[in-house]
């Protein structure tokens, strides 16, 4: 099982990044999808999740993100996404995707990726 995460970079703040996360070796419909983030020194953080086909279409996101960022997937592609917009410093961190039971626990996904770096410059 690998997934690809991808999408990150350098930016200003306001403005936005699109991250993607690409997976192999499991059939994507069959697990929800969550997004995580570390900054340096701090915890792990849940970001956002989504939740698998039949499912109801569930959808989390912290507090702090809501209204900004939005997180989608496309399992024909193998693919998920998580739009990020308005983005302010403090969303400066190594984003992670990761597959699993829906939820804000990291606990709760066995599958991650290798992470992409978001940096936003005040």
């Known amino acids: 099982v690998q997934l690809q995460a991808s999408g990150g970079g350098l930016v200003q703040a306001g403005g936005s990044l699109g991250l993607s996360c690409t997976t192999s070796g499991l059939t994507l419909r069959n697990y929800h999808m969550g997004w995580f983030r570390q900054a340096p020194g701090q915890e792990r953080e849940f970001v956002a999740a989504?939740?698998?086909?039949?499912?109801?279409?569930?959808?989390y996101y912290i507090d702090s993100v809501k209204g900004r960022f939005t997180v989608s997937r496309d399992n024909a592609k193998n693919t998920v996404y998580l739009q990020m917009n308005g983005l302010k410093p403090e969303d400066t961190a190594v984003y992670y995707c990761a597959a699993g039971i829906v939820g804000t626990r990291a606990s709760s996904y066995p599958y991650w990726g290798q992470g992409t770096q978001v940096t936003v410059s005040s």
């Open positions: 989504i939740s698998r086909p039949g499912y109801g279409r569930v959808i």
